[in-house]
């Protein structure tokens, strides 16, 4: 496998590192615990991955001369940090979930037990594996559900990075694909690989008979032709003109797939094909696969909606929404703001807590049009922290809607019976904005739920 760079981790790791060795609070045995904290809008469980290349990688952390050299040029830790980095070893424990596991929100999915400075510099390198890994087995396993015994093939190297490619494609599989069309993966981790042709490689020829001809050559009548390139119709008759009966597969990648399908499949039957399978592309998710149910596919490729995580589209907020436009509640007592327009929404926000249906005034309407859903407020921040024993720390930005207020004082307003944690949101400083609602069949474009190490 490909060695790990030490450097893939964030800077605040090794500064607190750097702190610890100060205080001689670095052999503090502690233990960290990682964790989801909600899943996205319509799933209902996750898929572990990611804990066997997680635990290569952890075998490969070393810092060399040249990240050495590169953390003393830049001034990030001091000399006896520098020394303590270069013989490093991790010497914790670590148990978890085995891969391909169901998983629930508030479960520990990872345990690292370790000296504080041993645990604290494997944040970064934990939650960004086991986030991406399970984010695409989870969405693998719905996609698995829903297709039934037709086999599925991770096709979406293009999609996302080169590492990540790879890492996806090893996920996949752990959840249920059949095959990836990355080398890497079938190399690395012994996955399946297949694929044959795309359009360039049709229209690189004069006409669409060449081709097929030149594949049929090349790789045999059991191949998979891809029909779409021209006509649907005609491709079709090519294919099995060109490869005769014996035509292994022809592939579908554009235009009504649930229409289309049919009509190729009694074309080629009509055509005496009638063991020609029929695979079909075209960026797929679960609901796309679940669509197809009824069609006579024989088996699906699936790459962006895969690499992405299905069902948890990624969202860029604006910057109103970061983490600094919020601003904590007064230690006791209701969250207030002077003026009389804060009176108004805080009023009308605990009319809202006490069940009335009298209405807000406009102002305060226009603040409640952007309140995420009825919860106890939270803090959110955009990247996780690591603190001893059994504390939490929350890491990723809130996937049902930007950062949020902070707690209030449990119990701080007796007018607020529904909020036993404190009464309305703290102010913001900026107009908050509200989460993505789902479509109709249940997806969010709210990013996936991240873990958390506490």
Known sequence: MTQATSLLTDRYELTMLDAALKAGTHDRECVFECFARRLP?????????GTGRLLELIRDFRFGDAELEYLRAERVVGEEALAWLADY????????????????????????EAPFADGVILETLVLSVLNYDSAVASA??????????????????????????????????????????????????????????????????DTEEQAFRAQVDALGAGTTLLVDTYDVRQGVETAVRVAGPGLGAVRLDSGDLPVLVGEVRAQLDALGATGTRITVTNDLDEHGIAGLAASPVDSYGVGTSLVTGSGARPRAWSSSSSPTATRAAPATGCPSRSGRRASRAAAASRRRCAGTTRRASPRASSSRSGRTPHRS????????????????????SDPRGPPRPARTTPGSCATCPRRPSGCAPAIRRSPPRRAPPPDADGRSDAPYSGFMFS
Not at 384 to 396: F, L, P, Y
Request: hydrophobic share 40%; net charge positive.
């Open 140 to 205: 693998a396993a719905r996609m698995v559900q829903v297709a039934g015994d037709r086999p599925l093939a991770e096709m979406g190297s293009r999609r996302t990075g080169e590492r990540s490619a790879v890492a996806a494609a090893r996920a996949a599989f752990i959840a249920g694909f059949s095959a990836t069309s990355n080398l890497e993966a079938g190399r690395a981790w012994g996955v399946p690989t297949m694929g044959t042709a795309a359009h360039s490689f049709t229209l690189l020829h």
């Open 89 to 112: 070893r991790f010497r914790g424990r670590i148990t978890g979930y085995r891969e391909g596991e169901v998983y629930f929100p508030g479960s520990p999915l990872l345990t690292v």
């Open 41 to 49: 809008s319509g799933r209902r469980f996750g898929v572990v991955a």
């Open 377 to 396: 407020p939270v803090t959110a921040t955009s990247s996780s922290r690591w603190r001893r024993g059994a504390s939490r720390i929350r890491a990723g």
